[in-house]
Nanobody
């Protein structure tokens, strides 16, 4: 069964850090491109970061650049999102997703497998 399960969310003060995990089953994260997205109340799902199938190239939203790092562990079949210097505007449900394309994509429509999401709340 193809599945993604996120964990690691929580409540953190502004300036703090969290590491989100996305455990995959039914496929190998090292053989696909993966992305992280987030959705705040009343807003559309937005791109955060992606890691390409090829050469582990990474891509970030402007809001995440310099603060967030996406990585993957092929042994544990898990993708991570390290988030540092968190701000209240980062508060959202965070989702990981598998790209249906060979290349990494910032468009949620190009992802065919999604996790259930993990809540991140940043207090000021």
């Amino acid at each position: 069964q193809v599945q993604l399960v996120e964990s690691g969310g929580g409540l953190v003060q502004a300036g703090g850090s969290l590491r989100l995990s996305c455990a995959a089953s039914g496929f190998t994260v090292g053989s696909v491109s993966m992305g992280w997205f987030r959705q705040a109340p009343g807003q559309d799902r937005a791109f955060v970061a992606a890691i390409s199938q090829f050469n582990d190239n990474t891509y970030y939203a402007n809001s995440a650049e310099g603060r967030f790092t996406i990585s993957r562990d092929n042994v544990n079949n898990t993708v991570y999102l390290q988030m540092n210097n968190l701000e209240p505007r980062d508060t959202a449900i965070y989702y990981c997703a598998k790209s249906r394309l060979t290349l990494a994509s910032m468009d949620p429509k190009n992802h065919d497998v999604w996790g259930q999401g993990t809540q991140v709340t940043v207090s000021s």
